[in-house]
DNA sequence: TTAATATTTGACAAAACTTGAACAAATAAT
DNA sequence: ATTATTTGTTCAAGTTTTGTCAAATATTAA
């Protein structure tokens, strides 16, 4: 197995060299091999576990007490108390300082506004080493989508920017479900949006969600015809296709295309409608038998049930 | 099997000669066969070897600690690239072996039919590794879009397939730029397609040329106003604008659009327009003092001699 | 022959790494 | 309030790594 420098460790995990050294005497945080010239070199599984140690410190545990515990452990401890905000970090000049969600999200806001995609996806990728999956989501994709498509809506922000803000997030959703979904076996879902629907935050949102509930998520992207999506689905046997409905609310196509998709399916697959507007068809919905949910959180426990059925 | 005198190596993999001998002398690197006068010669293996230890080296590695590595070894140290997920991933089951550009196109087109992003994406990564970046841009994306495209005209393919190809050509540019255009003071240009123009294939290949140019390229996504247009100029100071016309070629609305980017531009940028309707508006081109260019060579022509002007 | 290209060796300087010590800021303990 | 302890950073001095260069020699092509 091919072992790193120190550089390599430090810019995957966001932590100084030093800081990394220090940790190694003080507390054997990890104990990397050193070539005769005695360089340190380490380990993927060292990598992972100084990336868990960042996350933990940042969340306010001492380094001290975690030190010495064993990757399961760092995982569990993570997973219970991923809410903690960060303490606010008093010298952040070096860009390498990891920072709480909230300033993540207000540099990621700013690029927007800047339009300057390349800064919004560096600020991402930092994002994602020095937060957890869940955080990252809910913390900052979620909350600058919303942000950037309500001032867009109230005329401080321009169209550019909810083009941009929603192609890096969909690069990003691109990125994480290729190295997410890892099991061929995971349980298959299409996102996308019906014709005449043209925006995709939601379809965006949900895809993030459902990616990060261990489907392999197939995002189509926004304004698709009925007859597409129900290949799509076909093709990959997915399970469940998502629909976000937006903006309008009383689009008068809205009937055909979702029984036109339904008399397709035949079944074969759950159909789940969410979004502002999903109420406002709550008539046919019914009528071919979809679920509306309300909000991400309703839909992720829709998909947790789909799965645990079908699994067993 | 052909073999190659240094001086092909060194422009084919971008080390210098010398450099691809000090590696050799000091870790064994490669070990190319000589002529009976003592010339090196190089295999077409030995250069896809030299590429991916220069990526490798590139991103941190050192070369002592990999000179060493097999061919596939070093394939996985580079698609480990940005996130390490702790989960097993699932890349081990892909096929590691390197294609030719062919190939690659082959199963990208096969994977977009089956509508499997996960499929391309990681087909993506592979050519990126295989190829160089100009192989790749010329001989798979290109090729991959425009017969996507041309299929969907033909009704072969639906509007999801063509949908599908751009979201991850999208996404895959925005990686590539992303790692590429590390210079600040690169030259900016915005890549996009104005109003009434709905078809991005040809602002992201576009894009992809500009980039490869060493251009910082910004791309707005399709269908942007004038006035979006030009105020994403002004922010980020560019010296060019890059419109692609695909459909349709006698849009009422594109005059208008076009004459006002001019007015709000006021000669602070370039203006460059192509794509295969982009002649239907010469009339409004010729007038704005636009430069129309009728394929990808005489945009990367155009682009190199602004930046030399400007250069100077 | 002349100019361009390769090869080998040794040398060199910039960048990166290591260790130890000192330091300031924040926390905890007294 | 004062005193420890923890924690991350910074500095300095001494190695090691790494890419480049120059010099001397040899080969190739025009």
Redesign the interface.
Known sequence: M????I??VA??TGLSAGLIRIWERRHGAVTPVRTETNRR?YT?ED??RL??LGRATQSGESISQIARLS?DEL?KLLSAGGHIEPKESSADRVDLTIKSASEYLELCFKAVR?????LI??TL?KA??GLTQRALFEQVLGPLMYSVGDLWREGDL???HE??AS??V??FL???????????SAPRIIVTTPVGQLHEFGALMAGLTAASAGW?T????PN??A???A??VL??NARVVALSLIYPADDPRMGNELEQLHTILGGKAQIIVGGRSAEGYRNVIDKIGALLVKDLSSLQFRLDSIRSVNAA
Chains 1, 2 share one sequence.
Do not use: Q
């Open positions: 091919p072992k790193h420098p550089r390599v810019k995957k070199l993927d990598i992972e990336i868990l990757k995982i800047d339009l300057d995609p390349g996806e560096a990728l994602s080493v321009k169209v550019v083009h941009l192609a890096v969909r690069t691109g990125n994480m479900s290729g190295g997410y979904a890892a099991h061929e392999k197939i995002y189509l992207g698709i015809p007859g597409d999506i290949s799509a093709h990959n």
